[in-house]
């Protein structure tokens, strides 16, 4: 309810509908007080008076709660002093604000920023080594300050070389500009920040790494900095590289708050705008910034770009594994639903969880996991943690403490458990809010369910159950496109009784998927995992990969290590078996190397560790593992 009575208004007990009444603005002045000119909207809360001119809202109490919640957030977040996090800082020296010639002819003449500006966004000039050994070289350094403190600065040199502070934190360039107001613009980098600063537009942040579409450096801000904003100004440069940042800003922060800015057609970006055209044009072109298009109505126009780099590039491959004979069948992207099933026991998610860490691991994706049968999730985590380091989980003279707690921290960045409450149902609609969430604070690109049968199955009225599957798997291909994540999807198989020829269960196929023929129908990728306990071979059949440029159907063998709990490429060789006088098949010889893949600062070392392995194999003309 809105409580008019707080504001000054008497709606002589209606509760709907629209009314004249008194304004408490200008009553006392009035020479007849009781004169009803408010006209008074008593459902949206909107009023104007027709004497003094005054107009408002009264907001619904909920908004008022939510807004005196918002606001004690950002009077803490004003209160609370950054933490370093480990990471090193950058030393403040005021004496750099007076900018040596060089720097302020190259920043006023060639940029058209003015020395107020430059002043005023605490831009310095300092004498930098840009190159371990090398001499210090005249540098313009950006600096970037949190609630005041300096965190990070980038340093330029005049030839257009630059790096940050080593080790600093990544953060939003002029991220204090927008604590607390309900607009802010998002640019691609300093220049730009200045240029709409000095044009008027002083709620300007910038991305501190270019036009990378990795946000992780966005988590931290996301509550405090950007939930309370009504609009968002998207002023990012015009290129392949602008639209991923503008893409991925737009997954994270909603489109129905982005506006994009269009620039001249002989311009990149803002500063370019300003050189050429001037600070009138640049107002203009963010003043006229355009709504994204309407959800669910496309033309050519809208994917103009989108379509001309697929012209000029072609399709490009999906992430890799690192399984060699994996990566050959199949690639991963973004914004699809894959479907896993296999028999009770074969290592399902085992497998899962391998492509899972493998994924984040290669390409700093993140990954959340609804899985009530890995409840508590600690267990669960142990699992990730032997995958990890590729030891028990128990304290060793090589599962250290330090290993420990480098691993923990690695887990806690990049994988997150969705557990509904207690008093919550584990439906679909609970478990897509919480993972929904996860992309806008976490920026979360894999949700795994395992397994489906653990999602309360709740049929509509006169709905049957092959209609409620064809709706929930809709449900799970829209979520994975709207929020560009992929969507792993564990689904048991009816009982398989029928045998080959050879007298062995014939393996799963995605039409045994219990409950209907559309979980091989709807999905981009579909997995049989079929493991052999005799060879100890672990088979993944690869039914369907919807996009070639993706991969292709087959299949390939992997040796499960039931130590660490991963997995390896090998292959199945023909033995002859002379006593029974018939070829039967055995797995070929395996030289597990066990690599880590987290140190214990729990940075990704993986990559690095199989290609040492590779060398060092090549060079003594054994055959690599990887």
Same mark, same amino acid.
């Given at each position: ?6 504001? &000054? ?188 600063? +000095?044009? &008027? ?79 009138? #044009? ?7 910034? #355009? ?22 590039? &072609? ?141 309360? +199955?709740?049929?509509?009225?006169? +709905? ?163």
């Amino acid at each position: 309810m809105r409580n008019f009575k707080k504001y &000054g208004f008497d709606t002589h007990q209606r509760i709907s509908g629209k009314i004249h009444c008194v304004c408490p603005k200008c009553k006392d002045t009035r020479s007849h007080p009781d004169d009803r000119s408010v006209s008074l909207d008593l459902d949206t809360g909107l009023w104007y008076c027709h004497h003094c001119g005054e107009k408002g809202y009264i907001p619904h109490e909920n908004e008022e709660r939510q807004r005196e919640e918002r606001n004690r957030r950002i009077e803490e977040a004003r209160r609370m002093k950054p933490s370093a996090n480990g990471h090193p800082r950058p030393e403040w020296h005021p004496e750099f604000l007076t900018l040596l010639p060089p720097i302020e002819e190259y920043l006023t003449l060639h940029r058209g920023l003015s020395k107020e500006t430059l002043y005023k966004a605490k831009v310095t000039g300092q004498w930098v080594n840009m190159t371990t050994g090398n001499q210090p070289e005249l540098c313009m350094a950006f600096n970037y300050f949190d609630r005041g403190i300096l965190i990070n600065s980038k340093y330029r040199t005049l030839d257009k070389r630059f790096r940050l502070h080593r080790g600093a934190e990544l953060i939003p360039y002029n991220i204090d500009s927008i604590l607390g107001s309900g607009i802010c613009y998002i640019t691609e980098g300093e220049f730009d920040t200045l240029t709409l600063i +000095q044009c &008027g537009f002083p709620e300007t942040v910038s991305v501190p790494n270019g036009g990378q579409s990795n946000l992780h450096w966005l988590d931290r801000f996301v509550e405090t900095h950007f939930e309370d904003k009504k609009t968002i100004i998207l002023a990012l440069d015009a290129d392949t590289v602008g639209i991923q940042l503008r893409d991925e800003l737009v997954r994270r922060l909603g489109i129905e708050r982005c506006r994009l800015v269009h620039w001249s057609d002989d311009c990149k970006d803002a500063n370019d705008e300003l050189t050429r055209h001037g600070a009138d #044009s640049v107002r203009h072109c963010v003043e006229t910034a #355009s709504e994204l298009p309407i959800t669910g109505m496309f033309t050519v126009s809208d994917a103009a770009d989108d379509f001309l780099a697929l012209f000029e590039n &072609g399709l490009q491959h999906g992430a890799e594994t690192g399984l060699a004979n994996f990566d050959k069948l199949v690639s991963f992207e973004p914004g699809r639903f894959m479907v896993v099933t296999g028999r009770p026991g074969e290592g399902k998610s085992e497998f899962i969880d391998e492509i899972v860490l493998r994924l984040c691991l290669r390409h700093e994706w993140k990954a959340a996991y609804f899985s009530p049968e890995n409840d508590p999730f600690t267990y669960h985590l142990r699992k990730l943690s032997e995958k990890l380091t590729g030891y028990p989980f128990q304290r060793s003279p090589k599962m250290t403490d330090r290993l420990f707690h480098g691993v923990s921290q690695w887990l806690n960045d990049n994988i997150c458990h969705i557990m509904p409450g207690m008093d919550e149902d584990y439906t679909l609609d609970n478990i897509l809010h919480i993972a929904h969430q996860l992309v806008a604070r976490r920026g979360i690109r894999i949700l795994v369910i395992d397994p489906l049968n653990r999602i309360e +199955q709740r049929l509509a009225e006169g +709905q049957t159950e092959l209609q409620y599957l064809s709706s929930l798997l809709n449900r799970l291909v829209r979520f994975a496109r709207q929020n560009h994540c992929m969507v792993l999807l564990v689904a048991h198989p009816r009982k398989v009784n029928r045998a080959n020829l050879d007298g062995k269960k014939r393996r799963v196929e995605m039409n045994d998927i219990n409950g209907s023929a559309d979980f091989g129908n709807k999905a981009d990728y579909c997995f049989v995992v079929d493991r052999d306990d005799e060879l100890h071979v672990t088979t993944i059949y690869v039914d369907k990969v919807r996009f070639k440029h993706l991969g292709t159907r087959g299949e390939c063998t992997l040796f499960y290590d039931i130590v660490s709990g991963r997995y390896q490429p090998c292959q199945v060789d023909d033995v002859y078996d002379a006593q029974k006088g018939f070829t039967c098949k055995g797995p070929a010889h395996i030289q597990w190397q066990n690599i880590r893949w987290v140190n214990e600062e729990g940075h990704c070392i993986m990559i690095e560790e199989e290609e040492r392995i590779a060398a060092s194999k090549e060079k003594s003309g054994s055959p690599a593992l990887f």
